[in-house]
């Protein structure tokens, strides 16, 4: 092929890329050339000078201009003068490489003896002894002694704080810039440096706050002589007394790879699992640092059970039991549909099978919902599974010929890692459009930007559709695609010029971004908790500018919601929600949805709540109220929350350290997580507590339904007692043998089971013991790549438009500023209990106005303001920011002591801001 080239190296012929530098060919034949700055991932600088190899290539006569050939009627040879560093050179035809001789040994001993110099002979003491790069290459290419007089080492202070996470030790430092360029390169943030010259040479924190990444955890992985340690592990443990444990971030909907490292059943640290599908060798330092839940000692340890109006300590049967009398009194009294259930998407696919299963099947109730129940619940998102990212495809082999739109997200602080991938797209050649309402981060990387005025996001889609419903052709409107009669008349009036007027937005950016779509080979969109907060029609046009594109269901294309929760799909998919059942089947009757039970329960037609992996009072305060009138409370929980404060009996659960089971990511990817730690504690699983409560209800159910037979005919009692006995199927050993129930129910994972997930080994041509010398600590996957199940469009047939309306938002004079709900990596989340480390990067209890806002009203930050809208106040402090638009005040999520369901209302919340008095 023209665009392979064909080298010896050592002798040996290989066939490489053009533009394969010398030491991936290397690598190719497993010839490992030492290397220190060198990082596949990162462009290659040459600073280190340890891969110094001698370079030939043929001759080639000047006057003819073709090569020389020597007697044998082979190519001449002509050696470099120099030696030349295998990192930065690019192959070439006929190229002759030398890795083993005297000179280059000579070179690379000279290298090891000259970075050793200053370095403290601490291994027995350094966090990176036993996988420290230093130490296998002074043991393989490194000199025996040295002739360096001792007093003239350099000392420096140590350590050093980069910021409240890493800390650097000087004297170990070899100064490749690994940190420097992944900060550069991979995080976006340029918030590390060089400071001083000469042996005073250093790494600095550029950034105010210090190192102020959400990625800095990486930095430690990759640097090869453990210069940068992190506070977490800091001479915690050696690492060969570790047992690295395969598991899945729990934290948001990317799914990173990730292996808990284990101590005597203590978490010592957590290290990224590569995984190039889902989060290639890095995790976000929510990922890496926000483990300590897990042996918080605010941890639930037994049942408990309110007895004379406190709750109690109580065993396991007890709990059980009570809770099943109740419930089978409630169902048999008011019926199936007086009880309600509440899932969060924390839980495993297992669990929320097993929940959903427990509620239809064993109660006969309908009201089941993944969502709190407050005012700021998300509406239940179908468009990511029925137009999402297509099986098979990985963002990693994207680049040029690939749009991606981000839409009304901020992946650095909804799904961070999803930020380094969807850069890395742009850098290999795609366009990168981003259009929100606000700026963020991935702006800076964008090649199209667009800011909206909140509320007017259909008027922006509308432009957008506009040309693309124009350009498919007449004939074949009708035929291909269903819903272009209601279409047409929504995009009538639809143009750039009005989306200009009524968004705000720039119009020939908008021109640029519709040809940017129209002419995309592969089209990935997300879409995030703004979109999604912003209404229906706002994710309906984005899957309506996918099927217009003609790429809903094509190779490589597709979109992806961020929903929060590591597996907020998962819950969807499990039926989870009150509409539809596992695998987005129909439901004969749909039931409530979360608030309305709450609704129900205040009335008191509510008689029982059953509440799992979730916090609504913590969310909305005013829901305790609702809760005090229904008879049977029950919480499955990690730790006492609010809402278990409430509780009449609480149920205390693994955490996702101590079982097995399966998320489902934001690109529908199942993956699977390995109990790491053994229960300190007589908790349970969720789906245990679930069967065996089942086994209880379901025994009661055939009693009664043989009871009954005198009354029916045998036909009927047959038929009764048949359903019955269904229900007491539960009989799980294990989460395996659940998910082996999902394949056989639902449609979208009949291919998935825990081997399936595991058989995709495999990584980026790695060879054993390579992460040494190339991409630092990050652990080789024995776990499995995980498996995707495929999107509804993936099925074929005819294609559907969606209901797509466009909305004006009006402001009323009297509220002139809006209210948006903002997203923080940093909050309040249960899982942050006990990671102390990361406290200081939490996100404040404060309102975001911009300055302009601001000196309108006279403030400064500080100042406390009132936040009125027409369903209450908000009393928050100012914080000056030309992050918030004018006309808006950004308000934190999730945060406490910013009580935002007082206020909020659906959409966009129109306010007045006053200086508050008193």
């Not at 050179?89 to 070179?107: F, I, L, Q, R, Y």
Request: with cysteine; charged share 25%; aromatic share 6%.
């Amino acid at each position: 092929m023209p665009d392979e080239v064909t080298l010896t190296i050592d002798g040996q012929s290989v066939t490489v890329p053009k533009g394969t530098v010398v030491v991936e060919a290397a690598r190719k034949i497993e010839n490992l050339i030492p290397v220190f700055c060198y990082h596949p991932k990162m462009a290659p600088v040459g600073m280190c000078r340890m891969c110094l190899v001698k370079v030939g290539t043929p001759k080639v006569d000047r006057g003819t201009g073709k090569v020389e050939l020597d007697t044998d009627g082979k190519p001449v040879i002509q050696m470099m003068p120099r030696l030349q560093t295998a990192c930065t050179t690019p192959v070439s035809e006929g190229m002759v490489v030398v890795t083993k001789d005297a000179e280059v040994e000579h070179a690379q001993k000279g290298v090891l003896e000259a970075l050793l110099t200053s370095h403290p002979l601490d291994c027995p003491v350094c966090d990176k002894g036993g996988e420290c790069p230093l130490q296998n290459l002074t043991m393989g290419w490194g000199p025996g002694q040295s002739r360096f007089d001792y007093s003239d080492k350099v000392h420096f202070q140590k350590p050093i704080p980069l910021g409240d996470l890493i800390y650097l030790d000087r004297e170990r430092c070899i100064l490749c810039a690994r940190c420097v360029r992944f900060q550069d390169e991979i995080a976006g943030d340029p918030v590390l440096g060089f400071d001083n010259r000469g042996r005073s040479w250093m790494i600095i924190s550029k950034s105010d706050p210090a190192f102020d990444s959400k990625f800095s955890g990486n930095t430690t992985d990759i640097c090869p002589v453990g210069a940068l340690t992190s506070a977490d592990f800091r001479f915690k443990a050696r690492v060969w007394e570790l047992q690295p444990v395969p598991t899945v971030c729990n934290h948001c909907p990317v799914g990173c790879n990730m292996t808990f490292d284990m101590r005597a059943n203590e978490i010592m640290r957590v290290m990224p699992r590569e995984n190039d599908a889902v989060n290639e060798i890095w995790i976000c330092d929510r990922g890496r640092f926000a483990h300590h839940f897990v042996a918080s000692p605010e941890r639930l340890t037994t049942p408990l059970v309110r007895k004379n109006g406190k709750l109690q300590e109580a065993s396991w049967e007890e709990a059980l039991d009570l809770v099943a009398r109740q419930l089978d009194g409630i169902r048999e009294s008011a019926g199936g549909k007086a009880v309600g259930g509440l899932a969060g998407p924390s839980l495993a696919n297992e669990d929320l099978f097993a929940f959903q299963r427990f509620f239809r099947e064993t109660l006969g109730s309908p009201n089941i919902d993944c969502r709190p129940g407050t005012a700021l619940d998300l509406p239940l998102d179908d468009f990511g599974a029925e137009y999402g990212l297509t099986s098979g495809t990985d963002l990693m082999q994207l680049g040029k010929g690939t749009v991606v739109l981000v839409f009304g997200a901020d992946p650095e602080e909804e799904a961070p890692v999803h930020l380094l991938r969807i850069r890395n797209i742009a850098k290999r050649g795609g366009t990168l459009i981003t259009i929100n309402g606000r700026a963020t981060k991935l702006d800076r990387f964008a090649e199209h930007t667009l800011h909206y005025r909140y509320g007017a996001e259909t008027e922006v889609l509308a432009a957008m559709l506009k040309p693309l419903y124009d350009a498919v052709p007449p004939e074949g409107k009708r035929a291909a695609l269903r819903g272009f009669g209601d279409l047409r008349g929504v995009l009538a009036n639809a143009s750039a010029e009005r989306a200009v007027a009524n968004a705000g937005v720039d119009g020939p950016t908008l021109e640029k971004i519709n040809q940017a779509l129209a002419s995309a080979t592969n089209l990935v969109i997300f879409y995030g908790q703004e979109a999604l907060r912003a209404g229906t029609s706002v994710t309906a046009g984005l899957a309506n500018i996918l099927t217009l594109a003609r790429k809903a269901g094509a190779p490589n294309s597709g979109l992806v919601a961020l929903v929060p929760g590591a597996n907020a799909r998962g819950a969807l998919d499990m039926g989870v929600r009150p509409d539809r059942g596992p695998g987005y089947s129909a439901l004969k009757q749909p039931g409530m949805a979360a608030h309305e039970m709450f609704d129900a329960a205040r009335q008191g037609r509510m008689k029982a709540l059953y509440i799992a992996g979730l916090d609504p009072v913590q969310a909305d305060p005013t829901l305790a109220e609702a809760l005090k009138k229904v008879d049977l409370v029950v919480v499955q929980e990690l730790f006492l929350t609010a809402t278990a404060q409430l509780a009449d009996v609480v149920f205390p659960v693994l955490s996702v350290a101590e079982r097995e089971g399966t998320f489902t990511n934001a690109e529908r990817r199942v993956q699977r997580f390995r109990q790491a730690r053994r229960p300190v504690a007589p908790q349970r699983p969720d789906w245990q507590i679930l069967q065996s409560l089942a086994r209880q209800l379901s025994a009661e159910a055939v009693i009664a339904a043989s009871a009954n037979v005198s009354d029916k005919s045998r036909r009927q009692a047959r038929r009764a007692e048949e359903q019955a006995r269904k229900r007491t199927d539960w009989s799980y050993a294990s989460p395996a043998e659940i998910l082996m129930d999902i394949a056989a129910s639902v449609p979208l994972y009949k291919h998935i089971s825990y081997a399936s997930l595991e058989s995709a080994l495999g990584v980026w041509g790695r060879k054993p013991n390579e992460a040494y010398y190339f991409d630092g600590t990050s652990y080789e996957n024995t776990g499995g790549l995980g498996k995707q199940v495929p999107a509804g469009a993936e099925n074929g047939g005819t294609l559907s438009l969606q209901p797509f309306n466009v909305r004006t938002f009006s402001q009323p004079a009297e509220r002139p500023w809006k209210l948006i709900a903002t997203p923080f990596l940093y909050d309040d989340s249960t899982l942050l209990n006990g990671s102390a480390l990361l406290n200081n990067r939490k996100a404040r209890p404060v309102a975001a106005l911009n300055p302009a806002d601001a000196d309108s009203l006279g403030l400064k930050d500080g100042d406390v303001i009132s936040i009125a809208s027409g369903r209450g106040e908000l009393r928050l402090s100012v914080q000056r920011t030309r992050l918030a638009p004018q006309g808006v005040v950004l308000v934190p999520l999730h945060v406490q002591g910013v009580p935002l369901v007082t206020v909020v209302e659906a959409g966009v919340t129109a306010v007045a801001i006053r200086r508050a008095e008193g």
